[in-house]
């Protein structure tokens, strides 16, 4: 692992930020300009967001940018000519970057399964992992937590959830969980009906109560799959069993999440909803830095209230402990039909309850392996999002509806 490079008397860690210009990578960049002392932003990557990513290379100074849309690639070297900032294209060359011995820490927020071929490099060359692409534990969380432990590396989460029982933990190395609570806004639908849910235009969904995030992200936290794609990636992170997951609604989104120990006590984490906060816990860890984030009062949430999700509406939360319970390949494979079925979802080719619909097929029909190396997941990834297209693309929309 990397030691932290010395400028004069400072000690500062060079932070790689995959997905710098989406929710989590401008979150990111707030929390290292807020403490210049302490970081620099050495590594930024966009998928397409060619200007903002300019701008930002503009006011961080890193070593490298690398857009992913190699069609913007002159537009974004041209932009920085004048700079020191060397310009890159394509995912290889994430992958190849993120391995530079400079790089102590590497900001994981890719949306999707894009982010596993560069957390596994990462990894491999000894980076310590702010984990927000939850898709890698997901999909490959067996494999990907082997590496670290071969690797000698910490995977730090930035998941406000996972970041919660990450802080609920400390000091509690040798105590046994007994199991941890994941909290769950309950997103814009919470206790609406099917027949309602039958109608709602995307508009509907991208309007999250409480949390400002990217399209995706807030898609799934209406269907209640991120919170399914979360307990998959707590699975791996704390080393635990489907029946020690509980997923508990709460609407104000002040308790992120809790851990019931052996004895009954529970350690819960609590805040205002704002990113900056794990993903600086992350960054500074074992440590924790002062900063001006907005604090929170008791006295402005008399009440904190908490519910049974409803997995018979919300039933993608349902098929992703299914999904934990079997095992395998599983997992992977409704991560790639989720990110089919919201994609048509945003494009507005299928309706909110389809979603649903297109993941049930694509459990049922992609071939089951119980043991996937690598290759099996990259294989698996490919074959379900082609099913799951062509599932959108020959069925009438009434018939993905219900």
């Known amino acids: 692992m990397n030691s932290n490079t010395t400028i004069g008397q400072s000690n500062y860690k060079n932070i790689a930020i995959l997905g710098s210009t989406g929710s989590i990578g401008t979150q990111s960049l707030e929390v290292i300009g807020n403490n210049p002392e302490l970081f620099r932003a050495y590594l930024l990557t966009a998928q397409s967001n060619a200007d903002l990513l300019i701008a930002q290379a503009l006011q961080f100074n890193p070593a490298y940018v690398v857009i992913c849309d190699k069609s913007k690639y002159q537009y974004v070297k041209d932009a920085l000519a ?64 082997g590496l670290a432990k071969k690797h000698g590396i910490k995977i730090l989460p930035v998941d406000s959830e996972h970041s919660a029982i990450f802080q609920c933990l400390a000091g509690e190395q040798d105590n046994k969980i007994e199991k941890i609570i994941l909290t769950a806004s309950g997103g814009p639908f919470r206790n609406r009906s099917l027949s309602f849910l039958e109608h709602v235009t995307r508009e509907d969904a991208l309007k999250h109560p409480n949390w400002v995030m990217g399209a995706k992200i807030t898609i799934d936290s209406a269907s209640l799959m991120n919170k399914g794609l979360e307990v998959i990636e707590a699975k791996w992170l704390f080393d635990l069993e489907a029946g020690q997951i509980d997923v508990i609604v709460h609407p104000q989104s002040i308790i992120h999440s809790m851990v019931q120990f052996r004895d009954g006590s529970i350690k819960a984490q609590m805040g205002l909803p704002d990113m900056k906060l794990p993903i600086q816990y992350a960054l500074t860890y074992p440590n924790r830095v002062q900063n001006n984030f907005k604090r929170f009062d008791f006295t402005n949430y008399p009440n904190l209230t908490f519910e049974k999700p409803d997995l018979v509406t919300f039933r993608n939360l349902d098929l992703a402990f299914q999904a934990l319970k079997k095992g395998g390949n599983m997992p992977c494979i409704i991560n790639a039909a989720n990110e089919v079925a919201v994609a048509g979802f945003l494009s507005n080719s299928i309706g909110f309850l389809a979603m649903s619909k297109v993941i049930e097929e694509c459990m049922q029909h992609i071939a089951f392996k119980n043991s996937p190396d690598l290759e099996d997941y990259l294989n698996t990834d490919k074959e379900t999002r082609i099913f799951a297209q062509n599932l959108i693309h020959q069925m009438p929309l009434k018939a993905l509806q219900f």
């Not at 790089?103 to 957390?119: D, Q, R, S, Y």
Request: net charge negative; charged share 20%.
């Open 82 to 145: 004048a700079t020191s900032v060397k310009v890159l294209a394509g995912i290889e060359a994430i992958i190849d970057t993120v391995t530079d011995p400079e790089i102590n820490t590497v900001i994981t927020a890719m949306v999707g399964f894009a982010g596993l071929e560069p957390t596994i490099a990462g990894i491999k060359a000894g980076k310590d992992i702010a984990l927000a692409n939850k898709e890698t534990l997901v999909v490959a969380g067996e494999l990907v937590t």
